[in-house]
């Protein structure tokens, strides 16, 4: 049985950081990713990065100030996000994929087998 357990949301304000964690369980995963639903929106994409060599791709509106990062060995992917917005208020969701995909398809929600069951980060001004 597959399990997602995220952790590491909060509230903080802006300027802040916060690092989020999600350890998987039941297999391991190639593409690993996040995403996030700002309220009243559509969950929309954050980052990915692939099993094998660990390449990593970001939206634009989070470049240069969230890291993704995995440790295979533990089969977590982490989102180190640093220079909060208010406009990254938002539940993150963590999302594995057991085969690997193309840089453009793992950026959409169904390159994804596996999602977590969502953490509040809430960013104040």
Request: hydrophobic residues 30%; aromatic residues 12%; proline residues 2%.
């Amino acid at each position: 049985q597959v399990q997602l357990v995220e952790s590491g949301g909060g509230l903080v304000q802006a300027g802040g950081s916060l690092r989020l964690s999600c350890a998987a369980s039941g297999r391991t995963f190639s593409t690993m990713g996040w995403f996030r639903q700002p309220p009243g929106k559509e969950r929309e994409f954050v980052a990915t990065i692939s099993g094998n060599y660990g390449t990593t791709y970001y939206a634009d509106s989070v470049k240069g100030r969230f890291t993704i990062s995995r440790d295979n060995a533990k089969n977590t992917v982490y989102l180190q996000m640093n220079s909060l917005k208010p406009e990254d208020t938002a539940v993150y969701y963590c999302a594995v994929a057991a085969t690997s995909s193309s840089s453009w398809y793992a950026r959409n929600k169904d390159a994804y087998d596996y999602w977590g069951q969502g953490t509040q980060v809430t960013v104040s001004s």
